[in-house]
């Protein structure tokens, strides 16, 4: 059968598999050789050339994903994007990056690109208008994250890829909170996809790795880099990873159904100022997001409200797990001021909307109604 006509799960079961032509059995061997023969061979291969076996057929499953050519696995979603900007940027170039992203991306421009006198601007919003007002002669590079982290700012893919092709400037995005599931950034013009894999591609909160997809010629650019600093992963955790895949359009979906249930329940709830969301109609973007995703994912942001200690909400909390990172199977929550967003500066945070009463909800698969129940008793525990 076609691999375009391959359908979500089938994709995620199926390709990518290393075959096990030795002993016929039903999943891909281990390869864990570090060193391969180089005598009348096509491929010398080498782990930190991204080219063992495990890496080389996981990669493809992620390029089917994300309806690219090639893909690449590393060692962190940072090693991943930082691999990637720096394939395409150099001295004197200069980058466009969306204001609401991830902390750490934001701490790798801030604290790195000086040193290799690469300029940067953040936009002041997340709209096409910011980005275009933020163009400059050496720009090479727009990189956007949406829905973003950890307030659900959605983002116009395709105006973005617009805006790019008619400036003769590569794009990129940070497709970790939607998912290939639920967006597809590749079909929507943009050139280069990345992932924290430790997210939902990894998905039982037990994985640290990262991905690129894109097309042959850019995957090239990105390898020749990504050769030269060495993040790739190791292949036990390519294996681990490749098995975690298998589920991940199962996962998703239900956690993104989940979503939506806990979404509309928090909504209503009379102790939650407000909730971020993009599947939810009050959403800025709520058209615009239904345009672009296929799902609205399992992410969301809400603000308790100010007469509860947020902190202490946390604490209480049962079932819920207060811990960092996201995307598990499990529901987890977390404060972005005191982890993903800390070390920005008070000033910096307040200026893209992170509060102390924000906390962030990865929901995960457990049955909606433990999920409440759970909210609710921690609510009822701060009077
Ligand atoms: N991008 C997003 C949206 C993230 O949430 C994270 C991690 O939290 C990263 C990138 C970085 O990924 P990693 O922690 O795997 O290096």
Same mark, same amino acid.
């Given at each position: 059968?076609?691999?375009?006509?391959?359908?979500? /799960?089938?994709?995620?079961?199926?390709? *990518?598999?290393?075959?096990?032509?030795?002993?016929?059995?039903?999943?891909?061997?281990?390869?864990?050789? &570090?060193?391969?023969?180089?005598?009348?061979?096509?491929?010398?291969?080498?782990?930190?050339?991204?080219?063992?076996?495990?890496?080389?057929?996981?990669?493809?499953?992620?390029?089917?994903?994300?309806?690219?050519?090639?893909?690449?696995?590393?060692? &962190? =979603?940072?090693?991943?994007?930082?691999?990637?900007?720096?394939?395409?940027?150099?001295?004197?170039?200069?980058?466009?990056?969306?204001?609401?992203?991830?902390? =750490?991306?934001?701490?790798?421009?801030?604290?790195?690109?000086?040193?290799?006198?690469?300029?940067?601007?953040?936009?002041?919003?997340?709209?096409?208008?910011?980005?275009?007002?933020?163009?400059?002669?050496?720009? $090479?590079?727009?990189?956007?994250?949406?829905?973003?982290?950890?307030?659900?700012?959605?983002?116009?893919?395709?105006?973005?890829?617009?805006?790019?092709?008619?400036?003769?400037?590569?794009?990129?995005?940070? /497709?970790?909170?939607?998912?290939?599931?639920?967006?597809?950034?590749?079909?929507?013009?943009?050139?280069?996809?990345?992932?924290?894999?430790?997210?939902?591609?990894?998905?039982?909160?037990?994985?640290?790795?990262?991905?690129?997809?894109?097309?042959?010629?850019?995957?090239?650019?990105?390898?020749?880099?990504?050769?030269?600093?060495? *993040?790739?992963?190791?292949?036990?955790?390519?294996?681990?990873?490749?098995?975690?895949?298998?589920?991940?359009?199962?996962?998703? !979906?239900?956690?993104?159904?989940?979503?939506?249930?806990?979404? !509309?329940?928090?909504?209503?709830?009379?102790?939650?100022?407000?909730?971020?969301?993009?599947?939810?109609?009050?959403?800025?973007?709520?058209?615009?997001?239904?345009?672009?995703?296929?799902?609205? =994912?399992?992410?969301?942001?809400?603000?308790?409200?100010?007469?509860?200690?947020?902190?202490?909400?946390? $604490?209480?909390? $049962?079932?819920?797990?207060?811990?960092?990172?996201?995307?598990?199977?499990?529901?987890?929550?977390? &404060?972005?001021?005191?982890?993903?967003?800390?070390?920005?500066?008070?000033?910096?945070?307040?200026?893209?909307?992170?509060? /102390?009463?924000?906390?962030?909800? &990865?929901? =995960?698969?457990?049955?909606?109604?433990?999920?409440?129940?759970?909210?609710?008793?921690?609510?009822?525990?701060?009077?």
């Amino acid at each position: 059968m076609s691999k375009k006509k391959q359908g979500l /799960n089938t994709i995620c079961a199926h390709v *990518g598999e290393v075959k096990d032509e030795q002993f016929k059995g039903a999943v891909s061997p281990m390869y864990l050789s &570090s060193s391969y023969e180089f005598l009348d061979v096509e491929v010398k291969r080498y782990p930190r050339y991204f080219n063992t076996p495990n890496q080389e057929f996981l990669a493809k499953k992620i390029a089917a994903l994300e309806h690219t050519e090639a893909a690449m696995i590393f060692g &962190s =979603g940072m090693a991943a994007i930082s691999t990637m900007f720096l394939a395409f940027l150099k001295q004197g170039d200069h980058i466009v990056v969306q204001n609401t992203l991830y902390g =750490g991306t934001v701490n790798f421009i801030k604290e790195e690109f000086p040193k290799y006198g690469i300029e940067y601007t953040f936009t002041n919003g997340y709209k096409v208008e910011d980005f275009e007002a933020a163009l400059q002669e050496n720009t $090479k590079l727009i990189h956007i994250e949406t829905p973003s982290n950890p307030l659900l700012t959605v983002t116009d893919i395709k105006a973005i890829a617009k805006l790019g092709k008619s400036k003769g400037i590569f794009t990129s995005i940070d /497709n970790t909170f939607a998912s290939p599931v639920n967006q597809k950034p590749m079909d929507l013009g943009i050139d280069m996809v990345m992932h924290s894999a430790t997210k939902y591609f990894g998905g039982h909160s037990d994985i640290c790795a990262g991905a690129v997809a894109s097309s042959e010629e850019h995957m090239l650019r990105i390898w020749n880099v990504g050769k030269n600093l060495g *993040g790739s992963l190791s292949d036990m955790t390519v294996w681990m990873l490749e098995r975690s895949m298998k589920t991940l359009g199962l996962r998703v !979906k239900a956690q993104t159904k989940n979503a939506m249930k806990m979404a !509309k329940w928090l909504d209503k709830h009379p102790k939650v100022s407000k909730v971020y969301y993009p599947g939810l109609k009050s959403h800025p973007e709520y058209q615009l997001a239904k345009s672009q995703m296929s799902g609205f =994912g399992a992410m969301m942001s809400f603000e308790l409200s100010s007469d509860l200690d947020a902190l202490q909400f946390q $604490k209480e909390l $049962k079932l819920i797990k207060s811990s960092m990172s996201l995307a598990g199977v499990e529901s987890t929550m977390l &404060s972005p001021y005191l982890t993903s967003h800390a070390l920005l500066t008070q000033e910096e945070r307040d200026s893209v909307g992170i509060s /102390n009463q924000l906390i962030r909800f &990865s929901v =995960g698969i457990e049955e909606t109604k433990d999920l409440k129940r759970d909210i609710k008793q921690a609510i009822a525990a701060l009077k």
